[in-house]
Nanobody, 116 residues
């Protein structure tokens, strides 16, 4: 039903910026919630940010003020602008579409590495 195609991550210096994108194809509903998750080595996957079709957003405390999630409903694409990156942000970042309690879609994940 839905496919999520993420941009590639990359390697950046601490304090630098990256912008991730995720294009969703298929039938996207206005009730769908799009978001970004990340998983660092040895840690559980954690929510980074979510956004609704009405641009309501939520952020993890660890990224609040540094990351910005946005959504282009016409393109069915979400973005994650990451500024002031820290080594602790190093993780595999995953795009997610939440439809129901029983149905979510995931992107393939992309590596973001922040060097000191």
């Amino acid at each position: 039903q839905v496919q999520l195609v993420e941009s590639e991550g990359g390697l950046v210096q601490a304090g630098g910026s990256l912008r991730l994108s995720c294009a969703a194809s298929g039938n996207i509903f206005s009730s769908d919630i799009l978001g970004w998750y990340r998983q660092a080595p040895g840690k559980q996957r954690e929510l980074v940010a979510t956004i609704t079709s009405r641009d309501r957003t939520n952020y993890a405390d660890s990224v609040k003020g540094r990351f910005t999630i946005s959504r282009d409903n016409a393109k069915n694409t979400i973005y994650l602008q990451m500024n002031s990156l820290k080594p602790e942000d190093t993780a595999v970042y995953y795009c997610n579409l939440y439809r129901t309690y029983y149905l979510s879609y995931w992107g393939q994940g992309t590596q973001v590495t922040v060097s000191s």
